[in-house]
């Protein structure tokens, strides 16, 4: 169940990212995380904070919900 939700939420900030045409090194840099921190969440191996998705939302232009969903 939480490999599954670390997925989605991945997924999800790949998806947008690359709907907004940033790199995994522009996105690291606005969310002032390491470039290898964000590909692990992206490819569902490490699970950020409510915080930490917060701000990857902002830095997308989106609602944190919708990092949530499925």
């Given at each position: 169940?939480?490999?599954?939700a670390?997925?989605?939420?991945?997924?999800?900030?790949?998806?947008?990212?690359?709907?907004?045409?940033?790199?995994?090194?522009?996105?690291?840099?606005?969310?002032?995380?390491?470039?290898?921190?964000?590909?692990?969440?992206?490819?569902?191996?490490?699970?950020?904070?409510?915080?930490?998705?917060?701000?990857?939302?902002?830095?997308?232009?989106?609602?944190?919900?919708?990092?949530?969903?499925?």
């Open positions: 169940m939480i490999k599954k670390q997925e989605t939420v991945g997924n999800n900030i790949k998806r947008y990212r690359t709907e907004k045409k940033l790199t995994q090194e522009q996105l690291s840099e606005m969310c002032s995380i390491s470039c290898d921190y964000l590909s692990e969440i992206e490819r569902g191996k490490r699970h950020p904070s409510m915080k930490r998705l917060d701000v990857i939302a902002e830095a997308l232009n989106i609602d944190s919900y919708k990092l949530l969903m499925p």
